[in-house]
């Protein structure tokens, strides 16, 4: 016969597997996590349909590993697919821990990603688990379900611009491409009504606070943190995680640590 403290710590950790397994079912929503730990972007995108998508990684030990633990239940152990765009070796030092817990079914590697021996360990990695890596192209597409869909806007050896659209989401990743240029491509005016996250690649040049403010964004997301941001950017250095929820009509957000 069970003692009752083992039988209530029992239905305790039951509780709480099915409530984060609840949690972590398909809403309908789109929910955009800036993660911290790092000046580059490293979001967590799950899709409407309960997919995921990871792009790029955490620079500090341990800390991708933990903050994709606190976000998916403790019996799913797979991502949807990784993107990898960072130019820097950064995103894949921990790697090797990070593929102890959750195992990505697709891989994509943009050209400014350098052919490093850091790359050739993960890449050998990830055939043994059966995971394959494929280039990134520009232009090219990702249909995410429900009408959500992620574009490969430029790639170069030193960006990777991208934009995810569902309804009237509008999620934009620079990379390091400027916002003139991005604008372009996109043939876009302007940015009002758009999500920007930020690395401190796309705050390097002088002038690239200015010109991002003045292309009116709807919220801008900072990955890290930068000295004088204009009034109401956020930043992972101050707020820690940010995360944004859409219905694809309207915004939320939220930050902690």
């Not at 890449?123 to 959500?148: E, M, N, R, T």
Request: net charge neutral; with cysteine; glycine share 12%.
């Amino acid at each position: 016969m069970l003692k009752p403290g083992v039988v209530l710590l029992g239905a305790g950790v039951a509780a709480v597997l099915v409530l984060r397994v609840a949690l972590s079912m398909p809403d309908g929503e789109m929910d955009i996590t800036l993660l911290g730990g790092g000046q580059q972007a490293t979001l967590l995108v799950r899709t409407p349909g309960g997919e995921t998508l990871l792009l790029n990684g955490a620079t500090q030990a341990g800390v991708l590993s933990s903050e994709l633990g606190k976000r998916f239940p403790p019996l799913e152990r797979r991502l949807g697919a990784w993107l990898l765009t960072d130019p820097s070796s950064a995103p894949l030092q921990e790697f090797d821990l990070l593929t102890q817990r959750f195992t990505p079914g697709l891989v994509y590697r943009s050209p400014s990603v350098p052919n490093s021996a850091d790359w050739r360990r993960v890449s050998a990695s990830l055939a043994l688990k059966g995971v394959i890596s494929s280039p990134l192209q520009a232009g090219q597409g990702f249909d995410l379900g429900q009408g959500a869909r992620l574009q490969v806007l430029a790639l170069s050896d030193n960006a990777s611009a991208l934009l995810l659209e569902w309804g009237r989401l509008r999620l934009v990743v620079p990379g390091g491409l400027a916002s003139s240029e991005l604008l372009r491509l996109a043939g876009r005016r302007n940015w009002e009504g758009c999500l920007v996250v930020l690395s401190a690649a796309d705050l390097a040049a002088a002038d690239a606070q200015t010109t991002w403010a003045q292309g009116r964004p709807l919220v801008v997301l900072v990955a890290g943190g930068a000295t004088a941001l204009p009034p109401g950017w956020m930043e992972t250095a101050r707020l820690g995680w940010i995360e944004a929820k859409s219905d694809g009509q309207n915004l939320w957000l939220q930050a902690g640590h």
